[in-house]
């Protein structure tokens, strides 16, 4: 986001800032930097870091780019670059990455507030 001026709070991890691919008075790109994905809520164009680079290059250079060529730009200008879609490691919080393990209720209570249900009752 550096290379394509946006301007945005390089303390905070996920923020708002204007969109790069049009003329934005107010800020609508949302960001998340940890995940590495973006979306504009004016203009409806969202992704990764590559569809970034990718946009950019065919809204505002009008380059027609496409994913391998939004890596080798990525390369030439020394981001820093990772596979796309994390390259089959767990993202957190994902449905794909398996949930955390919810510890014991403290205490020694019977869970559900000792209400069983007629048809269990049987």
């Known amino acids: 986001m550096d290379h394509y001026g ?6 905070r991890s996920i923020g708002m800032a204007r969109c790069p691919l049009h003329e934005d008075n107010d800020p609508s790109f949302s960001y998340n930097l940890d ?26 250079n009008e380059k027609e780019i496409d994913f391998v060529g939004a890596r080798a730009l990525a390369a030439s200008l020394a981001f820093a670059t990772r596979d796309a879609g994390g390259g089959g490691e ?7 990455a398996g949930r955390r393990s919810v510890p014991a209720r403290p205490g020694n209570r019977s869970r559900g507030g000792g209400y069983t249900p007629a048809w269990r009752r049987r």
């Not at 946006?6 to 303390?11: D, Q």
């Not at 767990?90 to 794909?96: A, F, L, N, Q, T």
Request: net charge positive.
């Open 6 to 11: 946006v301007e945005y709070n390089a303390h």
């Open 35 to 60: 995940r590495q994905v973006w979306k504009c809520h004016s203009c409806q164009k969202a992704g990764d870091s590559y569809e970034l680079i990718i946009n950019y290059e065919k809204t505002v």
């Open 90 to 96: 767990r993202v957190p919080g994902s449905s794909y």
